[in-house]
């Protein structure tokens, strides 16, 4: 009986080394398992956004406004309000809509807050994105008063992406950049990548700040 319970104690014990190793080990990675889900977390919450200041030459194109207007483009640029622009157009599904829903809010945001900014969609469709198509899109989103959309012939709105360095060639091609300007005869911020609503809104104040400090 002796035996018995002593080689029954033995391997119980040698059952629950196993639990004990892994414990050990599992406790002595966790601090890194933890730092890794934290930078992967990181990442996914803020994702990357490549800020730059540009200056770019703005070509003298003519552009047709979603009211119908042709209009010089460039001079639209500099109506003395800042400028916050975007190039989308209408048929995308992906990358133009959640583009299109951050000027929206931003608008809705600047407006409460009293401030101002002339936000402007140029379109890289213009073959397809009429006037009236301009308009029902830009209701579908709210637009208000400050947020105007442009078309035009495609070699205008081909000019204004090289002038902005945005031309992909293919429509399907194009990411997603926001450019903010405080006035005109200023570099512009460029921001690429996926950016929140909050977020230009503070690109935004930063830059006027800089601006009226300067």
Known sequence: ????????????RWATLPLIIFCVVFCSLYPLRAAALNDSGQKTAAPDV???????????VDMVRQDG???VFSKELD?????????VFVSCSAICPMLSHVFSKVETKLDKEGKKAH?????IDPESD???ILTEYAKKFGAGSDWDFYT????????IQKAFNVYRGDKMNHTSVI???????KPWLRLEGFISPDEVIGEYDKIMKQNNAG
Request: aromatic share 10%.
């Open 1 to 12: 009986m002796y035996y018995f319970n002593q080689t029954k104690h033995v391997m119980s």
């Open 50 to 60: 490549i800020r730059t200041i540009v200056n770019y030459e703005v070509p003298d």
């Open 69 to 71: 207007k042709k209009l």
């Open 79 to 87: 109506d003395g309000r800042p400028v916050i622009l975007n190039f």
């Open 119 to 123: 936000l402007i969609s140029v379109s």
């Open 130 to 132: 009429t006037p009236a």
């Open 152 to 159: 035009g012939t495609r070699e205008a709105s081909i000019a």
């Open 179 to 185: 450019f903010i300007r405080a006035e005109a005869g």
